[in-house]
């Protein structure tokens, strides 16, 4: 029949809907739908044009002059509803396909999917869920009353088990990631959970420690927060303690970066009969690589891996390490960058152009400022190294093992970036701290679903929330009729959907 859905300009700046057919080269209205005054109308509108076009044709042939000229709506469209179906759909059953829905809480799932969507305050959630078009929103004081249940009911333990249970599906667990972050507070005052302490963003504020454990492919397992002037070392051994027990996990090797590297820490975690992989600091290498640097200077040969033993810890406290030491030249061309940079700024405090801080190579003496170029020339004895300490005998993990499963450790820190960015984990506005590891168990679902979908998709949480947002299903009131649409999947969002949907 050679029918078209037809847009047209009004004079008052809406878009007008008809279905059209082209004859002898003139266009002929079949039916005007009615004007749109916004992308959601128009959407709903053309879907509606399609699927009544769709109709005439499988009805075979018109009489087309019959059909003309067909009155025009009597009134403009209305629309009665609108709601973000697909994205909410897509989060629910990401959550129901986490084990999540074991915690049996619908203002739970719609904080956490809301966090997903728009991170925002726990007032302004109302807001987001309303824009969702999600039925039967809960008010303020139900989400008040949901921190506290989740608190009374320990979900934490709940959703941990589920996303455990998630993440070992395939096969049992063997290694997990470990790393810690602050999350500051916009508070005046300390109590006994948030304490000013040492700052990953060099912040004042009253802060907490979060220790995040996660799988090698950074879906989350355990989140835990201690306060804000505990040090980091401190953190491992209980989230370890915490995740054996509530999982009857016997063997366990943790990989976690330099900041967990100390005598005591690493005889703690072993003595509690966990293996670890820990980064070790640069600046350990001229002495744990003596003797190769008495043969061979300081070359190495791209991808070179050497093993080397330290006695880390005093008296009866001692006890010797495996090092694994790896060099690589993409390292080596990115570390000289850095010590350029780092030589660059010495010199600018030294003549006077920079004002004086804690620079690396600087050295004053008395009122004389100056580079420290032995300093630097000791600093370039390593550039390309990487040190590795762990209690894995070799017959156990090779040099190779150890420094690939080292490299998972990005997966953890991506998490953490996920949780501060996208899911806005910070800073926290709550003041009590059971609301405040409500607000973790929050973030902590959210990222797992994160993770899930990202795993899943290939495509960031906030590109499918941004590209399955503005499909909504419109309910729009024409003459008295009710008639509902959903805005096409095109481009990303069909992608994604059939990604979803395999």
Known sequence: MGLFVRKVRTASGATAVQIAHTRRGVQKIVEHLGSAHDEAQLAALVAIAREKIAVMDGQGTFDLDALLPTPAATAAPTVTGSRSRVLWTALEDAYARLGFEAIGDETFKQLVLARIVEPTSKADTLRVLGELGVPDPPSLRTIWRTLARSIEHDWRAISAAAAYAHATRAGALTLVLYDVTTLYFEAEYEDTLRKVGMSKERRVDPQILVGLLVDAGGFPLEVHAFPGNKGETLTLLPVLDAFRARHGVEELVVVADAGMLSAANLNAVEDAGFKFIVGSRTSSAPHDLTPHFERHGNAFVDGQIIETNRTMGRGEQARKRRVVWHYSFKRDKRDNITLNKQIERAEKVADGTRPTKKDRFVTIDGKTVGVNWEQIEKART?????????????????????????????????????????????????????????????????????????????????????????????????????????????????????????
């Open 382 to 502: 390593w550039q390309g190294l990487k040190g590795y300490v762990t209690n894995l005998p070799k017959q156990t993990l090779n040099g190779a093992g150890v420094v690939a499963a080292y490299h998972d450790l990005f997966q953890v820190e991506a998490s953490f970036r996920m949780a501060k960015t996208d899911l806005k984990a910070r800073p926290m506005f709550h003041a009590k701290e059971d609301s405040i590891q409500a607000h973790l168990t929050i973030v902590f679902c959210a990222l797992a679903i994160s993770r899930h979908l990202h795993q899943a998709t290939g495509v960031s949480i906030r590109r499918i929330v941004r590209a399955l947002r503005p499909l909504r299903d419109v309910t729009i009131s024409i003459d008295g009729h009710q008639l509902t649409a959903t805005s096409p999947a095109e481009g990303e969002a069909a992608e994604i959907l059939a990604t979803l949907q395999r």
